[in-house]
């Protein structure tokens, strides 16, 4: 049961970064990236800790790596949270710059666009 909540926190963070992909800006979405790789990284020891500790000590202490896995699911949930409000933020100020400079927006996403293309095109 704690590997599923924790899997559906993985699935959600691995949500979150998908959903970040799509963001236009290095900078921030390279510090979503790396707070959601460390958070994924944190989440697979705690995982492993939780199956020996299991393992090692079945009944009291089931009860209490229960109550952690639900409380790492609701931080992993925060974490997920925030960093979908990140991407938010990012992609208000992506409309933001496509209103102010529409000409650069357009030569912009056109050069990506090719970009794209050149990497991902079949050869």
Known sequence: MARS??????????????????????DKSEDLRAEIDA?????????????????????GLKQKLMEGAEDLRHKGEEKVADAAAKASDTIADIEDYARRKPTRALALAAGLGMLLGLLFGRS
């Open 39 to 59: 958070l994924r990284r944190d989440l697979e020891k705690i995982i492993g800790t939780l199956g020996e500790m299991i393992k090692a000590q079945p009944e």
């Open 5 to 26: 909540t924790t899997r559906k926190a993985a699935d959600a963070i691995d949500d979150g970064v998908e959903a970040l992909k799509t963001s236009a800006t290095a």
